[in-house]
């Protein structure tokens, strides 16, 4: 099983300011199939990024994926206050299809 | 837009099947896309359990294997996964997914573009 870490476990900063996220994987990973998700409270997950680097339909461009192999990351340039929330990455390379633990950007 | 409308009974008793269904609006299930159900626990976090192709092709998260049986309805636009002897540990927030294959100039790609709202489930005598 591929085994997602994310780091930091929480982000705290200010809107405006840029965020970067990392995700790492246990195998390697085909950027194709890596993904990147957004949660808030009470709500089910939304696709950001796919395929690595890909935006999702109406995502802004504040938000861009990169990484190969191992190594991935999401940025969000310029902190909205909408962008607090909860952000996950996903393989579906290998299956068992994982989901890391999850990044919490705040205040 | 294409739209997911999960549902299922809110409480199952422990050693019970759990039973879910997910109504796909706006988009056919015979399509070239996988219907999928992902979970969530405090404990455990998001958890994917399994997805089927209108074809009858599925996948499995080998932890569940034994427990879980996905399906599709093509007449109803619905698909439905069915966990059996389920305890306390399967506590959680079910959601159904589509998995969306796309192919561009960048290449394939894999992922759940469309949830439904989540269903809560708990399960407790």
């Known amino acids: 099983e591929i085994v997602l870490t994310q780091s930091p476990g929480t982000l705290s900063l200010s809107p405006g300011e840029r965020a970067t996220l990392s995700c790492r994987a246990s195998?390697?990973?085909?950027?194709?199939?890596l993904a990147w998700y957004q949660q808030k409270p009470g709500q089910a997950p939304r696709l950001l990024i796919y395929g690595g680097s890909r935006r999702a339909t109406g995502i802004p461009d504040r938000f861009s994926g990169s990484g190969s192999e191992t190594d991935f990351t999401l940025t969000v340039s310029r902190l909205e206050p909408e962008d607090f929330a909860v952000y996950y990455c996903q393989q579906h390379n290998r299956s068992p299809f994982t989901f890391g633990p999850g990044t919490t950007v705040d205040i | 837009q294409v739209q997911l409308q999960g549902s299922g009974p809110g409480l199952v008793k422990p050693s019970g099947t759990l039973s879910l269904t997910c109504a796909v609006s706006?988009?056919?299930?015979?399509?070239?896309?996988?219907w999928s159900w992902i979970r969530q626990s405090p404990g455990k976090g998001l958890e994917w359990i399994a997805e089927?192709?209108?074809?009858?092709?599925?996948n499995y998260n080998a932890s569940l294997k034994s427990r879980a049986t996905i399906s599709v309805d093509k007449s109803s636009n619905q698909f439905s996964l069915k966990l059996n002897s389920v305890t306390a540990a399967d506590t959680a927030v079910y959601y159904c997914a589509r998995l969306k294959y796309s192919y561009d100039a960048n290449g394939p790609s894999r992922a759940l573009d469309v949830w439904g709202q989540g269903t809560m489930v708990t399960v407790s005598s």
């Open positions: 706006g988009d056919s299930i015979s399509s070239s896309d996988w």
């Open positions: 089927i192709h209108h074809s009858g092709r599925t």
């Open positions: 195998q390697s990973v085909d950027s194709n199939f």
